[in-house]
């Protein structure tokens, strides 16, 4: 019955080691979004795909790759974890990348580094 | 660039309360605005959402009018149950200036408790 899923749930990375968050879907949605939420504050958008076209935010550290192999699947990759990336990874899927879309969130990964 | 200005929280309220949760917003354009809600160790779920300029969404009990006079998208309940708590989260979508992709745009998102 679950549309996006991540996993794993918990992630624990040492500093510097790198790591890779998985989510998929079961929506066939053409755009998977991933997020960063730190404690307390809204959700961060870092990039997102339209299909197999990567769209980057501006401001996201090149710390940050991602990766969708295929429709159903998209990674997040972070290379050299900081103390400082240490939060709530959210991924989500819409339809189209259009205003009105109804964006549909996974549980999220939370990321501790050690 | 578009920003979403939410009351701060905590909220806490009794079961049967009124609630109204305030959201504003700015935009350059004509943004579409959201609340999603996020329950105890869940993701984000869409909570109602409007597209334009004085419409009402409604969803499980909760309404948002989308005011652009006032640029608001207040959330309100008439009385809310203790199944109710959770993070609510406002926010608006819209192409930044000079960019071409939807982005939605959230605030910082308001705890609410409600207590039996």
């Known amino acids: 019955d679950a549309m996006v899923i991540q996993n794993p749930r918990y992630q624990v990375t040492q500093f510097g080691k790198p790591v890779t968050l998985s989510c998929s879907q079961t929506?066939?949605?053409?755009?998977m979004y991933w997020y960063q939420q730190k404690s307390s504050q809204a959700p961060k958008l870092l990039f997102h795909?339209?299909?197999?076209?990567?769209?980057n935010e501006a401001d996201t550290p090149d710390n940050f790759q991602s990766r969708r192999p295929n429709t159903s699947f998209c990674f997040l990759d972070i290379r050299s974890p900081g103390l400082g990336d240490a939060a709530m990874y959210l991924c989500?899927?819409?339809?189209?990348?259009?205003?009105?879309?109804?964006?549909?969130f996974g549980p999220g990964t939370r990321l501790t580094v050690l | 660039g578009n920003s979403v200005t939410q009351m701060e929280g905590p909220v806490t309220l009794s079961e049967e309360a009124f609630l109204t949760i305030n959201c504003t917003y700015t935009?350059?354009?004509?943004?579409?605005l959201f609340w999603y809600v996020q329950y105890p160790g869940e993701g984000l779920q869409l909570l109602l959402k409007?597209?334009?300029?004085?419409d009402k969404g409604s969803n499980k009990g909760f309404e948002a009018t989308y005011r652009k006079e006032t640029t608001s998208f207040h959330l309100e309940k008439g009385s809310v149950q203790v199944s109710d708590s959770a993070v609510y989260f406002c926010?608006?979508?819209?192409?930044?200036?000079?960019?071409?992709?939807?982005?939605?745009?959230f605030g910082k998102g308001t705890l609410l408790t409600v207590n039996p």
């Open positions: 989500a899927t819409s339809r189209e990348d259009g205003g009105t879309d109804t964006q549909y």
């Open positions: 929506l066939n949605h053409n755009v």
């Open positions: 795909y339209y299909d197999k076209d990567f769209n």
């Open positions: 935009a350059t354009g004509y943004p579409s």
């Open positions: 409007a597209t334009k300029a004085d």
């Open positions: 926010a608006l979508s819209e192409v930044e200036y000079g960019g071409s992709n939807y982005k939605l745009t």
